[in-house]
């Protein structure tokens, strides 16, 4: 089975910084990666599919990168609104699988 | 607007059974897989199982294999998760999510989520 790595665990970011989340594939699985958002007491949010679509509503300062086993997902410019846990999936192969999530703090 | 509503999670004992339901809403519900994904407290995000959307071949995460059946009921666009022989680490919160496009298996619409706390 796929195993997705995702660092840091915590990433500590003044507003208005800039963020870069890695997630790495135990094997390759292609561009078959969405990123999802979630906030204390709240569902995942989807942000990203197929590593680099945006889904509507996304913005713009949140893109994403990467295929194979190496992916990230990178915020421009950090609101306050964007301060939240994240998790990268990968739908390539079964048992679909997310990582183990990276905290975005305020620094 | 697309809607995904669980219900039936509570409290049930190592052993029992439970049967989780998720109500859809807002598209073409025979159209769409349906999966289920949990959150231990405090913990990440784990994938349990998935529906297609014409209710074959469904698949499962090995932690729950053999134990969980997920099945939809097209009529009442509603799919059902039952827990047989729940286990202590089974304990958290299932979300039912719909997959973002046919057949390709990214979540687009989540519920908002139904605890399960398994203990005797």
């Known amino acids: 089975e796929i195993v997705m790595t995702q660092s840091p665990a915590t990433l500590s970011v003044s507003p208005g910084e800039r963020a870069t989340l890695s997630c790495r594939a135990s094997?390759?699985?292609?561009?078959?990666v969405a990123w999802y958002q979630q906030k204390p007491g709240q569902a995942p949010r989807l942000l990203i599919f197929?590593?680099?679509a945006r889904v509507t509503g996304t913005p713009a300062r949140f893109s994403g990168s990467g295929s194979g086993t190496e992916f990230t997902l990178t915020i421009s410019s950090l609101q306050s609104e964007d301060f939240a846990l994240y998790y990268c999936?990968?739908?390539?192969?079964?048992?679909?699988?997310f990582g183990g999530g990276t905290k975005v703090e305020i620094k | 607007q697309v809607q995904l509503v669980e219900s039936g999670g509570g409290v049930v004992q190592p052993g029992r059974s439970l049967r989780l339901s998720c109500a859809a809403s807002?598209?073409?519900?025979?159209?769409?897989?349906i999966h289920w994904v949990r959150q231990a407290p405090g913990k990440g995000l784990e994938w349990v199982a998935v529906?297609?959307?014409?209710?074959?071949?469904?698949r499962y995460a090995d932690s729950v294999k053999g134990r969980f059946t997920v099945s939809r009921d097209n009529s009442k666009n509603t799919v059902y998760l039952q827990m047989n022989s729940p286990r202590v680490e089974d304990t958290a919160v299932y979300y039912c999510?719909?997959?973002?496009?046919?057949?390709?298996?990214?979540?687009?619409?989540w519920g908002q989520g139904t605890l399960v706390t398994v203990s005797s």
């Open positions: 999510a719909k997959e973002g496009q046919w057949l390709v298996n990214w979540f687009d619409y």
């Open positions: 094997q390759s699985v292609g561009s078959n």
């Open positions: 529906i297609p959307y014409d209710g074959k071949s469904e």
């Open positions: 197929g590593s680099s």
């Open positions: 807002g598209f073409t519900f025979s159209s769409y897989g």
């Open positions: 999936q990968q739908y390539n192969a079964w048992p679909l699988a």
